[in-house]
Structures are given as C-alpha cells and as structure tokens.
C-alpha cells in the first residue's frame, strides 16, 4: 500500500527527455516508482491531462527572510515552485545582525527576529520552523563584508578583515550552502576589487560550491563584467552561475550575442559556466541603486544601464503605498525636475527601501538568452508593496504558457529541464529536480493547456492559471489551485556536504 498514487499524467523526468504516459507512487517524501503501478494506495490522484514534473527549483530567490516571517510563501508555491535558492545578489541571511542591515530594502526586516549564528544557525532557523517549500542558501558577499568591515566601506578590506570574511563563508559552506553570491554594482560589494572576490570564492572553490554574481555591470560595461566573472571562477577554480543574464539600455540591445559567446567560450575551455534568466523585460531593483549608477543621468547611463522616467514604476514606498505603481515620469511632471532629481527628492521623501520596476531591456534579447542552452530560470522574486514586480507569481507560468505553448522559444520537455534538473545539477542538490525511484517527492501538475501566468504590473499578487497540484516532499502544498498551508518544507544541504 502506497501513501500516494498519481495516476495517468504525462510524467516529465526533468532530465530534457520527453514526457511519457505513466502513473507515480509516493511512500512518505519519495517517490517509489515510475510506471503502470497496480498496488494499492491510501490516496489517488487522477492526473489525466496532466504534465507532472519536477518541481520548480528557484535558483534566484531573494525570500531569504520571507520564508521565516511568511512560511506560506503563496507567491511561489502557487506558481510549481518547490525550492527556493535564496542569498542572491550578496545579500545572504547571515551573520544576521548585519543581514537584518543588508536586507532592508529588499525583505522585510522582522525586529523580533530571534539572531542566528551563521549558516548553521539560518538553515536551522528554516528547519524549525518550516516553510511550504524547501530551502537552499547561497553565501551573501554583501553581508559578510558588512560585518567584517563595520558597515559598508568604500575601501579594500584589511588583511585580517579579509580573513574574517573568508572565515564567515566557509563557515557557510561547512553549514550546507551551495556556494556564494555577489552584487557588485550594490552597496557595499560595489566597492570589492576583483581580487577580493576571488579570495573569498577560494573558501566556495575549496568545498564544492559554485559562484554566482550579479555582475558589475550589464549595460555599457556587460561583456568586460561577463569576462571578470568567468575570470573569478577561473581564478578560484569553481563553477559560475551568472545571475538574470541580460543587456540593459536600448544601446547596449543585442549584446548577449557576444555574452552568450563569452559563456560558450569558457564552456569550451571546460569551465562549469551558466546563467539564469526572469522572462521579462523589466527588471526590479532598488530606485536608490539606479541613481547611484547612473540610469537616469547623462551619457549612455551606467552599470544598470539606461532607463527613461516613464519606464520607470514605483512597486514599493515604505510610509506611502499610495505612490506605489506610479511612474517616475508623473514625479517628473509634478515637481517639474528632470529624472535624476526627482528620483533623489523621493529617496529623501520615503528613505532608501523604495523598490521599482524599471523597462530597459529587448524581447528579442529574452528570447535569445531563453533559447541558449546555458540558461536556467529563477524568478528574482521581490514581493514587497502593492505593485511587486509580477515576476514574483508569474515567472514560470508565463515561461510554460507564453514561451513554450504560444511562441515555441522553448520545447516542454526543454523549458522543465531549466527548471528543475538543470539548476539540480548545477547547485548541487541530491535527489530534487528530478521524478525517478529514489528522488524526493517534489513534484508540479499542470495543464500545459492552459497553463498561464496571470500576474501583470497592474495587478501582480495574481497566482496562475492551470496549475492545480504542487508536493513538496510527498505532501500537497498545493491542490485544486489552494495553497493548504502545509508546511512540507526543509532547509537543503549541497550535496557533497
Ligand atoms: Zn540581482
């Protein structure tokens, strides 16, 4: 007698292969068997028109903390997301007193936190008190150098910081992290030589683990930025994972041609080099980090490229949600300032933590990055103030129904893979990302139909369409479309740790 049967689905295996007519049997948080089962079950799921596969692993989440405060995470789950791979862009969860300075503008900061002692202490956090999917965390840059240094220095570390900070994430990856994340066009890892870098990614390189960068610059400077990170990887001897792989500014369109070449480049050279990608062509950052790179200055803009006021949208003001989903352009018009100005005037106004979603980018360019085979998704996910980038609920739905049903960027059997075994493999996480005998019981049912995101900038807290079904270890989180507020989750370990 099986705990579980999921009968008649179209089961994808998440290794690129194409789906085939078979039943799954589930025996606590693994799958059993793949097949025609006959044995009996204590519960049966008829999935008839259905795809069941892996369940989505989201290698570019920033839900480091809100997997604690809002275990139910409805944004992700809603949408096949089975695990989340938080730490990106830097900002890592711990140690968490600087986390909880580091983290403000993009999470929010729950002053009754209890403190974690490093890596160990966050991974323990999550298996305490669990949440609907599991967890896997990457090492913050910004954090570490945040606490080794005092606070955000524009300056080299000393020696002995260095050695603090080289500590810090080995401690990390001693705890089960998959590797390290930088963001070097934010505060305070801006300010990092590429030497620094590779100092702190020989701690990742000597464990196993993998370094993944939002990179130093993806405008004007992209395809010097792709060569320092391939180079950092190079250098420290670990794989790399260029995070939301992307041209930003109407000058610098078409671009990842040559990115794309610079990846193949190192693959063929025998480097461990991917990218992951949003389906968008907006992306979603802090108002305060495009002024201070430039985006709305003179000349072709800087490290995040260019972007026009009225590109510009407003998806979180602390204190002033009813300025939320305005363009920057109205400010422009209201106070009568150019951009930049009235950018700085509602920073002072509403404090640094102002999120946007900013226009900037070439379809053409998604597409191409989408099609390549280095690219994996992950939805950059920041589900904070009324108008969130719609990414947040509507990344994989809208990859499964606009991009692979309704314009055939990707095959389905392609587009799963990216999701789910793809970044499995590429971070280092033990039987997930796949359905097969042995491997735990995430998996997503959905209507490939059907099945459409339905989150939009005007209205983004919308969950999809035609995905009815999602398990995180054995158990639904999702089904017939409502979240049951399992929480099936746990804190993942890289692999080899
Ligand atoms: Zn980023």
Redesign the pocket.
């Known amino acids: 007698m099986h705990d579980l049967v999921i009968r008649n689905a179209t089961v994808h295996a998440g290794s690129g292969t194409p789906g085939i007519s078979a039943d799954i049997a589930i025996d606590g948080d693994r799958i059993v068997a793949v097949g025609q089962i006959d044995e009996d079950a204590i519960e049966h799921l008829d999935a008839s028109g259905l795809v069941a596969a892996p369940g989505f692993i989201d290698v570019h989440s920033h839900d480091d903390f809100q997997v604690l405060t809002e275990p139910d995470v409805t944004h992700n789950v809603l949408q096949g997301i089975t695990t989340v791979i938080v730490g990106?862009?830097g900002f890592g969860a711990a140690p968490s007193d600087a986390a909880q300075v580091q983290m403000k503008a993009i999470q929010e900061v729950d002053s009754t936190f209890k403190l974690w002692a490093g890596y160990s202490g966050y991974l323990e956090a999550v298996d305490q008190n669990p949440p609907s999917l599991n967890v896997a965390a990457l090492v913050g840059h910004h954090t570490v150098r945040r606490a080794a240094m005092g606070g955000v220095e524009k300056r080299a570390p000393t020696p002995d910081e260095l050695a603090t900070m080289r500590k810090m994430v080995a401690e990390g990856m001693e705890a089960g992290a998959v590797g390290l994340s930088t963001?070097l066009v934010y505060e305070p890892g801006r300010y990092s030589e590429t030497s620094e870098v590779v100092a702190v990614a020989e701690e990742v390189a000597a464990r196993s683990g993998i370094y993944v960068s939002?990179m130093r610059n993806e405008g004007d400077g992209l395809l010097d930025a792709v060569r320092e990170t391939i180079g950092i990887g190079s250098s420290a001897g670990c794989g790399v994972e260029i995070?939301?792989h992307k041209a930003v500014g109407a000058e610098n369109w078409g671009k990842v041609t040559q990115s794309l070449g610079l990846i193949e480049a190192a693959q063929a050279d025998g480097m461990d080099v991917t990218a992951d990608q949003y389906p968008y062509t907006a992306r979603s950052?802090m108002l305060f980090a495009l002024v201070q790179n430039g985006t709305f200055g003179s000349g072709s803009g800087g490290a995040m490229g260019r972007s026009s006021p009225d590109e510009v949208l407003l998806c979180s003001v602390p204190g002033a949600s009813g300025l939320e989903g305005r363009t920057l352009q109205s400010f422009v018009e209201e106070w009568d300032l150019p951009g930049e100005d009235a950018a700085n005037r509602l920073l002072s106004e509403h404090g640094n933590e102002v999120l946007v979603a900013a226009f900037g980018m070439d379809e053409g360019d998604v597409r191409m990055v989408m099609a390549h085979p280095s690219t994996m998704i992950g939805t950059?996910g920041l589900d904070r103030g009324s108008k969130p980038h719609p990414r947040a609920w509507g990344t994989y739905p809208r990859i499964l129904g606009k991009y692979v049903r309704e314009e055939g960027i990707l095959s389905l059997e392609d587009a799963i893979w990216r999701m789910s075994g793809f970044p499995a493999k590429k971070f280092s996480l033990k039987d997930r990302g796949a359905i097969r005998p042995g491997a735990f019981a995430d998996i997503v049912l959905f209507d490939p139909k059907t099945v459409i995101d339905s989150a939009t900038f005007e209205d983004p807290r919308n969950g999809p369409d035609g995905i009815p079904h999602v398990i995180v270890n054995g158990k639904f989180v999702v089904k017939d479309g409502k979240h049951t507020h399992a929480r099936a989750g746990r804190a993942l370990h890289r692999a080899d740790s």
């Open positions: 990106n862009c963001g939002h995070s939301h950052t950059d």
